[in-house]
């Protein structure tokens, strides 16, 4: 099985140029969304979509995992435990 480092670094490499011209000055940024919400996603699946045990699988703390879900578009609304006056 080839190493996802490697796997990482062809693709990019192979992207470079178009990522360069279109996302010039926001590079890193961009890659790093881009690596991390498939990661968020998986994690958070293979957690059975207990957030406090993906963040303990990522090595994250739970405030962050779901900062972190909520930037990327991950998160899933909050349903109001207010109640009708």
């Known amino acids: 099985m080839r190493d996802l480092e490697e796997i990482i ?11 360069i011209a279109n996302e010039r000055g926001r590079l890193h940024r961009t890659v790093i ?15 059975g979509g207990n957030q406090l045990e993906a963040a303990r699988i990522l090595g994250i703390n739970r405030n962050t995992l779901r900062k972190r879900l909520r930037l990327l578009g991950l998160a899933e609304p909050r349903l109001s435990t207010a109640r009708p006056a």
């Open 33 to 47: 969304a881009r690596l991390e919400r498939p990661l968020l996603a998986a994690v958070l699946a293979a957690a």
């Open 9 to 19: 670094g062809e693709a990019l490499h192979a992207m470079l140029p178009v990522l």
